[in-house]
């Protein structure tokens, strides 16, 4: 996948053509004075770009190893930590 840079005068007279590209895989940059401005991209694309985990077990094993060797041991620490308080 190539990223079409275009000025953003010339991206509002193509606006057909760059919608067809980005319909068939094909993104543009629209750059306003040679700075990104916005893009052009499609619905597919999008989605995979924002795409967010669909329910909680696809999460699962995201933290291995954020608790330590022992989780179960960490949790009881805590647990006795708050007991001492």
Do not use: C
Request: aromatic residues 4%.
């Amino acid at each position: 996948m190539s990223l079409r840079t275009v000025g953003l005068e010339q991206g509002r007279n193509n606006l057909p053509e760059l919608a067809s590209r980005a319909n068939a895989g094909e993104p543009s940059l629209l750059t306003r004075h040679g700075k990104p401005y916005a893009a052009i991209v499609s619905p597919t694309l999008l989605a995979q770009a924002t795409r967010r985990p669909s329910n909680f077990l696809s999460l699962r094993g995201t933290g291995t190893g954020l608790w330590g060797s022992s989780p179960a041991r960490h949790v009881a620490d805590l647990r006795d930590e708050w007991e001492d308080a």
